[in-house]
Structure formats: C-alpha cells, structure tokens
C-alpha cells in the first residue's frame, strides 16, 4: 500500500487567483500551465505513479486578516465531496481557521461528524497565529485529542508569499505534544531548515510522525537519513505537496536515488506502512 499523505486539491483556476499560490509556483519554478485542470486528475496522477491512496488537505483563512489569503479557503464541504467521488482512495484533511475563535472548534466538530473528515491541517503561516498559541489552538488541538484525529501540521519555510516562517517553527510543536501527549501529530516538510529540531521532538514524542513532502527525494538533507534507516524509521511518511511536486516524478526519483539507501524494508514504511498506521486504516 502507497500513501501520499501531503496533497492539495488544487486546480490552475484556483491556483491563479491567489497571490501567494502565485509566489509559490515561482518559488518551485513551476509552469502554471502544465498545473492540473480538474481535481479528478489527482486520480490519475496517482494510478500513473502507483499510488494507491492520499490524504487531501482543507484549507480555511476566512477568518485571517491578510487580504493575501481572500481566495485561499477550501470549504470542508468540497473537500469531502471530492474525496466522496474517489471511493475511498482519497482520504480528507478538514481545515479551520484559528481567527475564527470558538467558530473554528464547531467547524471541525462539524467536519469530522457531518462530512467524515479523518484529520486536520494546519497551516499556521498562512493565518498567521502561533502554532503553540494557547488561546486560539489549543481549545482545537483538545478537540483532535479526544476525537482521536491526527493534525498535519505545516512546519518550517513555505513557497507560499505574503507570510512569515515565524508561526510556523517546529520548535513550536513540542510544546503542543508535551500539552497533548495523547495527539497523533505530522510534521510536514520535516521543519527545514531545522530538520534536527524535528527529529529531536519525534524523538521524545512518539505520537509525532514526520512528512518528506515538498522535497525530491534526491535533495532530503543528510541529518535525517541516520534516522529514517534507523529509530525513527517507523515515523518518517511520504507525501508529495501535490502539485507542487507531482507523484509520479517523486517515485522516478525515488526509486533511483533514495530507495537505493535504505535497509531492508524501510522503503515499505515510509511509502506506505507508517500512514496505515498513523491514519489507523
């Protein structure tokens, strides 16, 4: 089983009308013109590349002050009914914003109990709050606990424009598992550049998974390799941040350059294994 647990249903119509979106694909020197024309494609990407489920994220700015992020909220309700038509090959992430005070907890009660959304994701860099923000996050991180859904957060630089790294430093999230040991947590992009911060928080937080999406296989830095071949090699989870970077490019590149490095059967627990168990399918 194959599982890309970062990916966006986003489409060149949707993707155009934002800003940061925008700044992004120049970040990746993307060409916005070969970006996906429908949401239906994710599908074929995935059976192209071999993938045999992804997790799609929500995404909610409604609520956040920067007139940047005005076109960038996903409703929850698309997403689900994106992930309806895929007969359970897609699996969908809620998102909420945290501006939104008590109305972002009863959108994600309401997310999980009326749409069937299966976790959260978090990009505090875009709504510009802290992740370790006691008074807006925390009162949703306590719902996820006890909810038992994971949070996929986004930690460390962003390709996204008009926001700042600071809100979201992987620093930030071991005060989150030390408050909510019990909360299944993703660290998307491994935090670079502090990829070591990182690792030293899966190390003492063994609910904490850690996403190698955004990054061809090819490029992921040295400091973590000791640990995705070694103790943390039951943590370490796939993902592509499609579009950005498309699946069947990263599983080219795997199978060449990453694959290769890896003792026996990590290649199955990072490409599929760990997500099993981290989404508890």
């Known amino acids: 089983m194959i599982v890309d647990v970062h990916v966006h249903p986003w489409t060149r ?53 920067s007139p940047a992020f005005r076109n ?18 897609l699996i969908p992430f809620a998102g909420v914003d945290p501006n939104a005070g008590r109305a972002a907890v009863r959108e994600l009660k309401r997310a999980v109990a009326s749409l069937g959304m299966r976790g959260l994701k978090v990009h505090s860099s875009a709504s510009s709050v802290y992740l370790n ?16 859904i994971p949070v996929l957060f986004h930690t460390g630089t962003t390709g996204l424009g008009d926001t ?14 030390q408050s909510f040991p019990d909360l299944r947590v993703v660290m ?7 990829p070591e911060v990182t690792v030293a928080i899966a190390l003492r937080s063994p609910n904490v998974f850690i996403d190698v999406s955004g990054w061809k296989p090819r ?5 973590i390799m ?17 579009p950005m970077l498309r699946q069947k490019e990263w599983m080219d590149d ?15 627990k990072l490409l599929g294994g760990n997500a099993m168990k981290m989404l508890r399918l």
């Open 13 to 65: 119509v949707f993707m155009k009308k934002n800003g940061p979106i925008v700044k992004a694909c120049d970040f990746f020197k993307l060409d916005m013109d070969k970006l996906p024309t429908s949401t239906d494609q994710i599908l074929d990407e995935m059976d192209e590349a071999g993938v045999d489920k992804a997790v799609i994220l929500g995404q909610d700015t409604s609520a956040t002050k």
């Open 72 to 89: 960038y909220t996903l409703k929850n309700d698309d997403v689900a009914k994106i992930a309806s038509r895929s007969k359970d090959r």
């Open 133 to 148: 923000d006691r008074k807006l996050m925390f009162p949703i991180y306590e719902f996820c606990q006890d909810a038992g």
């Open 164 to 177: 700042e790294i600071r809100y979201s430093k992987p620093e930030l999230v071991d005060e989150v598992c």
């Open 188 to 194: 998307a992009h491994f935090g670079w550049p502090w």
């Open 219 to 223: 490029y992921l830095p040295t400091s």
């Open 226 to 242: 000791p640990y995705l071949n070694g103790n943390l090699q039951d943590r370490f989870l796939f993902g592509t941040d499609y």
């Open 254 to 268: 795997f199978r060449q350059n990453l694959a290769p490095k890896l003792k026996p059967g990590v290649s199955d």
